[in-house]
């Protein structure tokens, strides 16, 4: 399957590194068009539409769909780029990511995830991770009857409303709307594939790379722990927590969330990043880390 690619502005070159950037559900690759202005020239950057969105096809239904279906097209991104990449994802585009660098963990120079749809990392959490799968396996069961009934529009607003809040679906543009309710049918294959992805949490052992992990202050329960549960796990993690900001960061928070990721990405890029001794934790704006 191709994956048709946004690469916005400046010069690309074979010999620069590159980013891959992959967008959250019901969005398109244009999401990083801001991260593409931070990074500028120094940087190839990368933001494939994934299945379903801006210019690639939708799934064609030939088995049951799995995170690696997502993730195959980007790891031959990956597999044909000039050195190491840096992998950038933002809710289901984090969790894409996350099998990607799985996939070529010695291809990988990078990772900055926003809340990355990791849900099968709820499962390590005990009763806890329990409850938030739970949570998320009610709003995916209400998405797929929407859609299964042929209610896309209400399975679209209980899609919205979830990871922003109650309202946002009336208050979005009609436009938006519309494409919204286009799109539903593939987040119920995204969610089936997030709970269900099989990658154990060791294999995230094998990714030695600096890691940015960022949550919202405001971020839902199920997303907040799964950062928690992956800054754990990796050798070398930094949490950004963003006041104010919520699971869509990415959108309200666009300029604050892009100058991080060009920052970290910079640093790792030029070596001034040392990996820490030790996993570090830092509220961003002045709010508690909880």
């Not at 959250?24 to 933001?47: E, I, M």
Request: hydrophobic share 45%; with cysteine.
């Amino acid at each position: 399957m191709t994956v048709s690619t946004f690469i916005p502005g400046g010069h690309h070159s074979a010999h620069k590194p590159t980013v891959i950037a992959l967008h959250c559900s019901g969005s398109t690759g244009r999401q990083w068009t801001k991260l593409a202005q931070a990074l500028g020239n120094r940087f190839n950057t990368v933001a494939p539409d994934l299945i379903g969105s801006g210019g690639t096809p939708f799934w064609r239904g030939d088995h049951r769909f799995r995170l690696q279906d997502e993730a195959a097209p980007i790891i031959d991104i990956v597999d044909a780029a000039y050195g190491p990449v840096h992998l950038v994802g933002h809710s289901y585009g984090g969790g894409v990511a996350l099998r990607v660098a799985c996939e070529r963990p010695h291809r990988v120079a990078s990772l900055s995830l926003y809340e990355p749809s990791a849900f099968h990392v709820l499962r390590a959490l005990g009763a806890q991770g329990q409850a938030a799968l739970a949570e998320i396996r009610a709003v995916a069961e209400d998405v797929a009857q929407g859609v299964v009934s042929g209610d896309y529009r209400s399975a679209a607003r209980r899609f919205v409303d979830y990871w922003n809040h109650d309202g946002t679906w009336d208050a979005i543009k009609p436009e938006s709307r519309a494409e919204l309710t286009g799109y539903v049918r593939k987040a119920t294959l995204e969610f089936n594939a997030l709970i269900d992805e099989p990658t154990p949490l060791v294999d995230f052992r094998r990714i030695e790379a600096p890691v940015l992990l960022m949550r919202g202050q405001r971020a839902p329960v199920p997303s907040a722990l799964v950062v928690q549960k992956l800054f754990t796990v990796f050798h070398h993690a930094l949490i950004e927590e963003i006041a104010g900001a919520g699971h869509m960061g990415p959108f309200s928070h666009a300029d604050w969330v892009s100058n991080m990721i060009a920052a970290h990405i910079a640093a790792v890029a030029h070596r001034d990043l040392a990996p820490p001794a030790k996993n570090l934790v830092r509220p961003i704006g002045g709010c508690a880390v909880a």
